[in-house]
């Protein structure tokens, strides 16, 4: 009984903290983004950000029901032992996201250098919407989808090849590209979209080197890639 109250109270302790992790981002994302644009009456920021911030919540309640186990692990702090590439690709994508929020910030609010028609935050809807279903998929699927890349024999790692990991090897790479990709249409900043294909270009520097690792540490991981062969993208990578 005892143990029990003692896990149940270090999982909460972990759900607050990842909760705690995840709003802290959203904010920091919020203020570049409004800092850089000096103004707040910008309905497309508005719409991302609340879409946001509903992903957000939705996620936590959709893995307290599928995944808990998820919450725990991705509320850890990354790993010292990370691999060299993928200490690069963190820092690349920290430095990305806040550049992306900067440019769009600067486009939208203080310069005004592009104007996407309305179509545009309707395609960057659908795109934000398609993106974060795929994560959220990936993320209840695989229980391994942890913040560090790495063989988890500790957790009895094993090949995950169901759901969207039957169409492409990287399911939730290829969700986050168009998580982020579709803020510059929402928002309404075309040259946004620089910084963000320059964060999908970080997001296939990872899964190259993670792909390479699996296929020589992870059993069962090379005769996987044999069966399903595209990365991120169905009959192209």
């Not at 690349?92 to 104007?115: E, K, M, P």
């Not at 974060?132 to 790692?157: G, I, P, S, Y």
């Not at 094993?158 to 982020?180: D, E, K, N």
Request: charged share 20%; proline share 5%.
């Amino acid at each position: 009984m005892v143990e029990t109250v003692e896990k149940d109270a270090e999982f909460w302790k972990a759900f607050f903290r990842r909760a705690a992790q995840v709003l802290g981002g959203l904010f920091l994302m919020a203020a570049v983004f409004f800092l850089s644009a000096g103004r707040i009456d910008l309905p497309g920021a508005w719409i991302f950000f609340g879409l946001y911030a509903f992903s957000l919540l939705a996620n936590m309640v959709i893995f307290l029901k599928f995944n808990p186990e998820l919450i725990r692990v991705r509320s850890e702090m990354p790993r010292e032992d990370m691999e060299w590439w993928d200490r690069v690709f963190v820092v690349l994508y920290i430095l990305l996201i806040i550049l992306l929020f900067i440019v769009c910030g600067l486009d939208a609010g203080r310069f005004q250098l592009s104007s996407p028609g309305p179509e545009f935050l309707v395609v960057g809807v659908i795109i934000f919407v398609i993106g974060w279903l795929f994560v959220v998929w990936a993320m209840v699927e695989n229980r391994f989808f942890e913040t560090t890349v790495r063989v988890q024999k500790d957790r009895e790692h094993t090949v995950v090849s169901t759901g969207p990991y039957a169409i492409i090897r990287h399911p939730g790479y290829a969700g986050m590209i168009l998580f982020y990709g579709c803020a510059p249409f929402i928002i309404g900043s075309l040259y946004g979209l620089i910084p963000a294909l320059l964060l999908a270009f970080a997001f296939v520097f990872r899964t190259y080197y993670e792909d390479r690792m699996l296929c020589e540490e992870l059993p069962g991981y090379k005769e996987y890639t044999a069966k399903v062969r595209y990365r991120l993208v169905p009959f192209v990578w």
